[in-house]
């Protein structure tokens, strides 16, 4: 995971990434990350970008030193959007 942290610098902030991440989005493209990234900023969210060691731009909604807090945010994505985010999940930065 250490690759994530380290990539995260050139794809967004690393200082943001914290031990429970949520993550709403993956993709090869960083321009399909951004755009998403972009949106979820402007309905109030602290998104931003994190690239794993095999190039992909993970879109991280949340990030959080505690799993119950990431896990709450999570579920609270989920309900808002139902037919969007579905499949958000927790990245475990060890």
């Not at 993956?26 to 602290?46: M, P, R």
């Not at 505690?66 to 309900?79: G, I, M, W, Y």
Request: glycine share 6%.
């Amino acid at each position: 995971q250490e690759n994530l942290r380290r990539n995260a610098k050139e794809a967004g902030d690393a200082s943001k990434l914290k031990m429970f991440n949520v993550v709403v989005g993956s993709f090869t493209i960083k321009t399909n990350a951004s755009n998403l990234q972009e949106s979820l900023v402007a309905d109030g969210y602290n998104a931003f970008l994190a690239q794993n060691a095999k190039g992909m731009y993970r879109v991280i909604v949340g990030s959080f030193d505690d799993r119950p807090s990431a896990t709450e945010l999570r579920e609270s994505v989920k309900a808002k959007y139902p037919n969007r985010f579905s499949d958000a999940w927790l990245l475990i930065n060890e």
